[in-house]
């Protein structure tokens, strides 16, 4: 069982940039995991944004973000990041990170990851 825990969300002009965390609660680790970052606006389904392999290092993106959001993990803290510059209004949503057993081949599956944090609210004013 992992526990996620995200931070980092809040309202943020046309432009300007945000950084989310997802933290492994109770001292558990990411190792052998990918973390995943999607995200959902209102009335659309959950997208893929970006995804991270905690034991290679390996990264992808979606093609909506690729040049402006950038992951990227801390093994000290056990915690991935995303990093948002460049933020732009169709960026608003909420974000969730997650935790699977997967391949990066298939991070953009929303299916392969057993557990989700809670999400947090990203708002980008024009």
């Known amino acids: 069982q992992v526990h996620l825990v995200e931070s980092g969300g809040g309202l943020v002009q046309t432009g300007g940039s945000l950084r989310l965390s997802c933290a492994a609660a109770?001292?558990?680790?990411?190792?052998?995991?990918?973390i995943g970052w999607f995200r959902q606006a209102p009335g659309k389904e959950r997208e893929f944004v970006a995804a991270?392999?905690?034991?290679?290092?390996?990264?992808t993106y979606a093609n909506s973000v690729k040049g402006r959001f950038t992951v990227s993990k801390d093994n000290a803290k056990n915690t991935v990041y995303l990093q948002m510059n460049s933020l732009k209004t169709e960026d608003t949503a909420v974000y969730y990170c997650?935790?699977?057993?997967?391949?990066?081949?298939?991070?953009?599956?929303?299916?392969?990851?057993?557990?989700w944090g809670q999400g947090t609210q990203v708002t980008v004013s024009s």
């Open positions: 109770s001292g558990r680790t990411f190792s052998d995991y990918t």
């Open positions: 997650a935790a699977g057993s997967l391949y990066l081949y298939s991070a953009s599956d929303e299916r392969k990851y057993g557990y």
């Open positions: 991270i392999n905690w034991n290679i290092g390996g990264r």
